[in-house]
């Protein structure tokens, strides 16, 4: 982590604060008390809808990784067939994702449910096939990145970044 906040620091410290919030699993300041609202069945719509798969190979997908959603969405996304003739997507930028989590967080309203699952499985579309960005994208989504960071350790390593940084 601590290299990765040093790179960030050293090509483009506007992005910081950004990866930050993603890191620690938040989508703002906690004095704006801002949530996602969503839940793992959402996801699921959304991986189903934006994947084109089932919500029972979702699940067959996931036994094997402790019921990870995360890992089973990766494995789904990497047997995704597409018509796209190998034209690639542009690459997801961190402030794209943080700002798609935002803009999920602020659907309210009646079709709020159906808004936050498109505004999801456009972020799913943009995700590499081979890549390891859908698991990450589901496990933000579900404030559970499970890469043992806590944001202790993500103040401690961006303090040791900026002492490396040049």
């Known amino acids: 982590v601590r290299e990765l906040l040093a790179k960030t620091i050293e090509c483009c410290p506007t992005d910081l604060p950004v990866l930050l919030y993603l890191l620690c699993g938040k989508i703002g300041p906690a004095y704006e008390a801002v949530e ?3 839940g793992d069945k959402n996801i699921v719509d959304a991986l189903v809808k934006g994947l084109g798969c ?3 190979s979702l ?10 959603l995360g890992t089973a ?3 789904a996304k990497g047997s995704q067939r597409t018509l796209n003739f190998g034209a690639k997507p542009n690459p997801l930028t961190s402030q794209q994702v943080l700002q798609g989590f935002r803009d999920v967080a602020a659907c309210a309203g009646g079709k ?9 499985r456009r972020l799913l579309m943009r995700c590499a096939k081979d ?16 890469c043992r960071l806590a944001e202790p350790t ?6 040791q970044a900026f002492v490396q940084a040049p």
């Open 131 to 146: 890549g390891a960005e859908v698991k990450f994208l589901v496990r933000g989504l579900q404030t559970k990145l499970r």
């Open 154 to 159: 993500v103040l401690t390593a961006l303090s």
């Open 112 to 120: 709020s449910m159906t808004q936050k699952i498109d505004i999801i």
């Open 36 to 38: 996602l609202g969503i």
């Open 73 to 75: 969405a990766q494995k």
């Open 54 to 56: 089932s919500a029972a």
């Open 59 to 68: 699940n067959q997908k996931g036994e094997g990784a402790d019921g990870d």
